[in-house]
C-alpha cells in the first residue's frame, strides 16, 4: 500500500461521504432540470476517475482500453457521420447519467453485488474457515482420490464444491487452492500445470447452482426470470463444463502416469461426514430459503 493507495482511498471516501449527504437532493433529482453543484461535479468526477482506475487495477489494460475507447466515442462521436454518429453529449450530461442516476455506475450490477453477491461470498469464506473447506476435499478424495491423478480430480471436485456455494471462482482459487496445488505439485505435477488446473476447476462455480454469484442475481434482476428457473436452467451446462474439465484431467493423468492419492490422505465417505455433518446444515437451510 502506497502513498497514492491512501490518496486514492481518502478521495473515494469523501466523494461517496458527499453523495451520502446529498440523499435527499438527489432522491428527487429530475434527470435534464435539475442542476449539478460545484460538489457533484467534483465527487462525480472523482468516483469515474477511480472507477477506470479499479477496472485498470482487476482486469488489465486491455478492457480497460476498451473503456477508453467506448468513453471517446461518447465525447467526439458527433464528429462522425452516418449510422455512428450520435448528437453532442456534453459533460453535465454525461456526469448525471454516470453518477446522479441510476443508469450508470450506480446501477443494477452494482446494487446486486453489494446487496446479495457480497453477502454469499462473505458466507462461503465464513463456511470454508467453520469445516466447510475440509469436508469438500474428503468427499472430493473418497470419490476420486483412488483413481488415477486422484490429487487433481479432487481439486476438481472440490473446486465445484466450494465454487456452488460461493459463486466466485477468485475465492474458490484463494480458499481450495492452498490444499489442493501442494497435493498436485507432491505427485509430479509441474506448479504451473497445478494451477492451471485449480483455476479451470475453480471458473465453473460461477456457474454452478445454487448461488453463481452476482451474474445470476443480475439476470433474475434484468429478465425478471425468478432465480430458480435460472439455476435449473443452468445446471446441465455447468455439470458439462465440470465433466470436461474432469475428462481432461484424466487423459492428461493417464498421459504422465500420475500416481493415485496416497491413503493416509482418504478418510472415506462415512468418516468425512460422520466428522464434518454439522457442515451440511448452513447449505440445506440456505437452498431452502
Known amino acids: 500500500v502506497t502513498p497514492v493507495d491512501w490518496f486514492l ?36 468526477t472523482t468516483i469515474v476517475l477511480l472507477t477506470i482506475e479499479i477496472c485498470r487495477r482487476t482486469v488489465g ?34 456526469l448525471e447519467m454516470q453518477v446522479i442516476t ?32 475440509q469436508l469438500f476435499f474428503d468427499v472430493g478424495a473418497a470419490l476420486t482420490g483412488r483413481m488415477v491423478g486422484g490429487p487433481a480430480k479432487a481439486c476438481v471436485v472440490s473446486s465445484g464444491l466450494y465454487g456452488s456455494i460461493s459463486g466466485s471462482p477468485v475465492a474458490d482459487v484463494a480458499t ?39 451474474v445470476a442475481f443480475i439476470m433474475a434482476d434484468f429478465t425478471g426470470i425468478s432465480y430458480l428457473q435460472i439455476c435449473i436452467y443452468a445446471t446441465l451446462p455447468a455439470l458439462g463444463y465440470y465433466f470436461g474439465v474432469f475428462t481432461l484431467v484424466h487423459f492428461e493423468a493417464m498421459r504422465l502416469n500420475l500416481p493415485r492419492l496416497e491413503e493416509s490422505q482418504i478418510v472415506g465417505m462415512k468418516i468425512a461426514l460422520q466428522r464434518n455433518w454439522p457442515s451440511l446444515i448452513p447449505l440445506v437451510v440456505m437452498m431452502w430459503l
Not at 65 to 85: D, K, P
Not at 107 to 132: D, I, K, Q, T
Not at 184 to 203: D, L, N, Q, V, Y
Open 102 to 133: 441510476t443508469d450508470g455506475i450506480f446501477g443494477s450490477p452494482l446494487y446486486v453485488a453489494a446487496s446479495y453477491a457480497f453477502l454469499f461470498v462473505l458466507f462461503g469464506n465464513f463456511y470454508v474457515l467453520s469445516g466447510g473447506g
Open 176 to 214: 481450495t487452492g492452498p490444499v489442493s496445488i501442494p497435493i498436485m505439485k507432491k505427485i509430479g505435477i509441474p506448479a504451473e500445470r497445478a494451477g492451471a488446473i485449480e483455476a479451470a476447476a475453480s471458473t465453473g462455480g460461477s456457474m454452478l447452482p445454487p448461488v453463481m454469484g452476482a
Open 9 to 44: 482511498g481518502l478521495a473515494g471516501s469523501a466523494a461517496a461521504i458527499w453523495f451520502a449527504l446529498s440523499e435527499g437532493r438527489i432522491a428527487n433529482w429530475m434527470a435534464g432540470f435539475s442542476e449539478l453543484e460545484t460538489g457533484d461535479y467534483i465527487a462525480g
Open 61 to 94: 489494460i486491455g478492457l480497460t482500453g476498451i473503456l477508453f475507447l467506448l468513453l471517446a466515442y461518447v465525447a467526439w462521436g458527433h464528429f462522425l457521420t452516418g449510422s455512428f454518429r450520435h448528437p453532442p453529449v456534453n459533460y453535465n450530461y454525461f
